[in-house]
């Protein structure tokens, strides 16, 4: 399995993950991601910053997630306690393809990011999703994250919170 950055080529791949994950998602009355959100768009506008990446298998596109590393707004305010108050990259809009579940996709990039804020020196990595998104939930817990509170995305979507040291 190969991490790397983005390019305009895996754009329509990124986007047939992203349509099946919102499938998911709306089959399982989780209030995460909408018909509207994300777009096309907003994975274009991650692509110019250069903080999307994929995964791929044989030369496919199998996941992607973004990676924020100059933090995040909607994380000023928490109903709790960041672990650090240092530098932090924020996980934000990953999926997997759902028949490559089961390969270690979102563990791949996980560790990709991880590797990555660790040679760029910083403190922590954080992430957030919707109490309803048991999935997510649960590789974020399995993966060393602590639940730090809770977060208002858009200032009114309300999200659990966590927090990975790096150091």
């Known amino acids: 399995m190969i ?3 983005a390019n305009e080529n895996d754009i329509s791949e990124i986007m047939k ?3 099946k994950a919102k499938s998911y998602m709306k089959e399982n009355k989780i209030n995460q991601w909408s018909e ?3 777009n096309e768009d907003v994975f274009l506008t991650d692509l110019k910053e250069n903080r999307l990446y994929v995964a791929e298998i044989d030369k496919k596109v199998v996941g992607m997630a973004v990676l924020v590393l100059d933090g995040d707004k909607d994380y000023k305010n928490i109903d709790g ?3 650090s108050d240092g530098k932090y990259g924020v ?3 990953i999926a997997v393809h759902p028949d490559f579940k089961s390969q270690n ?4 990039l996980l560790d990709f990011f991880e590797d990555k804020l660790k040679e760029l020196n910083y403190d922590s990595i954080r992430v957030d ?3 309803d998104n048991k999935s997510m939930l649960r590789f974020i817990e399995k993966n ?3 639940k730090c509170g809770v977060v208002y995305i858009r200032k009114t979507d309300e999200r659990i919170a966590f927090e990975k040291l790096l150091k």
């Open 91 to 93: 996980i934000h809009r």
């Open 36 to 38: 509207n959100y994300p």
């Open 105 to 108: 996709v979102a563990k791949n």
């Open 3 to 5: 991490t790397r950055t």
């Open 129 to 131: 999703t919707h109490k």
């Open 17 to 19: 993950i992203v349509e």
């Open 144 to 146: 060393g994250f602590q």
């Open 81 to 83: 306690k960041w672990l």
